[in-house]
């Protein structure tokens, strides 16, 4: 009887141990719309399930919380298996990350935008917010304070429709574990592959940033494995062009790793030139390896200073032309390098895929740009992203718009039946939708969906990884608002923002793909729903209603046709 009682008395002892861990490790779901502070208070209503419904090939973002009263120390979360019956998303398709924090800053002070330089970081008000996808298996956390974990699911192709359920858990060395249900309902449709969206993604690349990043030599292979999974995470939102420079400074040095000519110029004793490919032709060579090859934009023949550099065998030096476009210093450089360049290209096969690129350049400069390709080759395809100009647009292959502006309907429709590229970029002059470290995460999302009802192919941005002095912490810079340099970090560790782009990536294919199949079978009561859905997304309706709001409302209709 006594032997009995000691028994009872050990699984009591063992029980009220458990629940006390239980009370200071706590754990909900919560929003992917939310930067949670370290400091935040515990989920007021706290929520056990995510459901989720999605296409076969989509990802879908979740995001919990844990938040603790004592340390926990050798925290991990992990999410196996979705099963329904014998079906399964396999672990190896779902992504656990602990959200990390870096600084930020602010918009200006009149709120407008964010462009301007900022030398003294104090001037600005500064906080550290949430945004950093880490990959470390483990974490620690500290009494009092918030955990974030985000959870990416890759929803496999090839998998049946039907409702597929799981679990994320949380533990650590020191405390019992705690878990949270996934349910997770796949359509019976299909998204194609990143590559096979028609969304023309356009995130400027910049390798030099990753030589200084991670010290490597420029160029040498540690840099391309540096760079390789970075890269291969851009693929995979679906990326289509490789970013390339075919001059010093194109645009003046303006980050923190300057651009240089992937192409080196030469102009020999006898007055002749020659021009060496073999860097632009590694950097292509590479970006194809990793999945991006539809398009490469060459920057440019009309830098922000009108200095152009050449190697000079009879000063043994470095030089540079200085020369206003039109002129015939100007015409001699570009025009002896652009029937050199158009060879080379015909011969390697990507003549068809490049363009000359010209970024934010006045109508008169780009006038006398497009005379000397023209004369050069009637063949080269021409990039702008800047103002629209009627009187160029014909000439221009690949036209980006800034936001807030139209192509004509007429003009739209002209170039599409051309086979002509018409997209929309944002930059440091938006207040809102952006991709800054503090705007709302849904603003990235809310993009993919004004681009659907804007009648744009896909949407640029400048700055795919041009990182600050030390991105994985102070994403600030000395100009312009904190995260406007880079929209991921080195080690290839994505972003909240980023995640939430290729959520609206994916909403605006979905949207495509339902457009096409509602009018191909005459389903015009569905057609007209669907523009119902899309037509809000304008920057009215934004500043009214705000990106998440808008955003959730519209996929709960999108999902019920």
Known sequence: M????????????????????????QLSWGSTDV??????????????????????????????????????????????????????IPQAAIKTSFVRYVMTDELNKDGRGACGHRPNKAEWDSSMVADVLDVAKYTDVKAGTVQAVWVNIWTPSDVKAGKYKGKLSVSGKDFAPVSLNIELEVLNRTLPAPKDWRFHLDLWQNPYSVARYHQVPLWSEAHFDAMRPVMKMLADAGQKVITATIMHKPWNGQTEDHFDSMVGKTKKLDGSWSYDYTVFDRWVEFMYSVGIDRQINCYTLIPWALNFDYFDQ????????????????????WGRFLADFAKHLRQKGWFEKTTIAMD????????????????????????????????????LYDLCIAFGHQYPADVKAEREKAGKISTVYTCCSEARPNTFTFSPPAEATWIGWHAMAGNYDGYLRWSYNSWTTDPLHDSRFRTWAAGDC?????????SIRMERLIEGIQDYEKIRILKEEFAAAGKKAKSDRIQTIVSPFTVDELEAKGAATMVKTARKALNEL
């Open 2 to 25: 006594i032997q009995s009682g000691k028994i009872i008395f050990t699984i009591l002892l063992f029980a009220s141990c458990y629940c006390n861990q239980q009370l200071f490790a």
């Open 360 to 395: 934010e350049r006045s109508l008169e400069s780009m006038t006398a740009a497009i005379k000397v390709i023209r004369s050069i080759d009637p063949e080269f395809k021409i990039s702008l992203a800047g103002s629209y100009h009627s009187e160029i647009e014909k000439e």
């Open 35 to 88: 930067r949670y502070p370290e400091s935040a208070k515990p989920v007021p209503e706290r929520t056990s399930v995510f459901s989720a419904k999605v296409w076969k090939g989509e990802r879908v973002n979740a995001q919990a919380v844990l938040w603790t009263e004592k340390d926990l120390t050798g925290v991990t979360a992990t999410v196996g298996d979705l099963k329904c019956g014998t079906s399964v």
């Open 486 to 494: 880079y929209i991921v970090y080195p080690g290839a560790i994505s």
């Open 314 to 333: 009879a000063t043994n030096r470095v030089l540079f032309v200085k020369a206003e476009p039109g002129n015939a210093l100007y015409n001699d450089y």
